[in-house]
């Protein structure tokens, strides 16, 4: 079962706003710990999280400029 990702706004008074996509208020710390540079653990209590719906939907992976496939020999 995969999980549903959501676009989170996570505010602390001391780091300010982070916005990232989680699958629950949790890790939406834990991510924006991450992009602050600071262990989740010490800030999880003093942050405020606000789900601002679905996250975004990936973007279909690129193809590279060049590559084909190899051309038949008529045999």
């Known amino acids: 079962m995969e999980k549903t990702l959501y676009l989170y706004r996570v505010t602390h008074p001391e780091h300010g706003q982070a916005q990232v ?3 629950d208020r949790l890790r939406a710390i834990s991510r924006a710990a ?25 973007a279909p992976p690129k193809r590279k400029a060049g590559q084909r496939r ?3 020999t008529g045999e």
Do not use: D, N, S
């Open 21 to 23: 996509e989680a699958i």
């Open 34 to 58: 991450g992009t602050w540079g600071v262990p989740w653990t010490t800030i999880a209590r003093e942050c405020t999280c606000e789900r601002l719906g679905p996250a975004p939907a990936p």
């Open 70 to 72: 190899p051309a038949k």
